[in-house]
């Protein structure tokens, strides 16, 4: 049961990500925003570090990217640099909650932890997508300048996406803290709930895109 209901909440986290990706996203990059990526990042880890504070389990992270990469392809089209950027963000979120764990302070210390996982995920996420958009997907805006827009990309905008990160990453544990909260109150209604809600967001995903 708690197998599953650990699977429900990745489905609702990605969900839910997707969804500010369909909408947040295609509005910030439609009207050529600069650095959209960082906005959108944000809203990221944001979500991502709620999911955290209520399933803290490696992989977990990693797997609402899928979701929200998929809830993205369904619902706002096939842009493969978009839905390679959104994996690659909880990929690197995963992988920094990983280090987080290896410094015994932040266990400790889990808003410190958030934000510790905010900035190295922005910049693990931002390093993997470049990387994988110019050598394994060679996507013709990435290719062609290979390892200096690899550098910049990550190190450039991916230090603006950390700095949205050590502030958005709290705020997402913080939600996610209040919510566990709430839950515990009703925990019989936490898988039934976080089903309904998923499909209620796939459903507004469908009527939006």
Known sequence: MRRFQGLLLVLLIGSLWGLGEAIWGDLLFGNDVPYASVYVSALGLCTLSAGRSLLDRPGSSTAAGAVAALFRLANAGLFPCHLLGIFALGLGFDLAV??????????????????????????????????????????????????????????????????AGLVAAPLGWWAGTSAARLAERRAGWVPAGALGASAVLWLLGALIG
């Open 98 to 163: 990983t280090l987080s764990r290896r410094v015994a302070r932040m266990e400790r210390a889990p808003f410190l932890r958030a934000s510790f996982a905010g900035a190295a995920g922005a910049y693990l996420g931002y390093g993997l997508f470049a990387l994988a958009a110019t050598y394994v997907l060679r996507h013709n805006y990435w290719a062609p300048f290979g390892l200096p827009k690899v550098l910049s990309h990550t190190f450039v905008n991916g230090s603006f996406a950390a700095l």
